[in-house]
């Protein structure tokens, strides 16, 4: 990684640590192709860059997404199941026969 980097820092001129007067030899050593050459990739890089912050956009909203849907559903459905297990057991609740007479055995005098 370093060598190719120190590659391109030799054919762009632009080494800060071998001076001036270096930095214009390899200026005048490269030729105009290479330094195309060097553009093009990193246009290229440039690019590839953006279409993957693209797709790394684009997989955590389709997870954020997918965890929305996954839990609004299961949100629904165990709401549904628990006002539906409410009911019945209050209908049950209320259909047993309750005594509602009041038996005082208390002694009158």
Known sequence: MTDCSDSVDTLRGMDNSRGS????????????????????????????????????????????????????????????ENESNFEQSVSTTLDKPTNTSLTINAPFD
């Open 21 to 80: 007067s270096k930095r214009e030899e390899y200026t005048n050593e490269v030729d105009d192709s290479q330094l195309e050459h060097v553009k093009e990739i990193e246009a290229m890089a440039e690019n590839e860059t953006k279409t993957v912050g693209f797709w790394k956009f684009f997989v955590v909203a389709t997870i954020v997404t997918t965890a929305a849907m996954v839990a609004s559903g299961t949100y629904i459905f165990l709401n549904n």
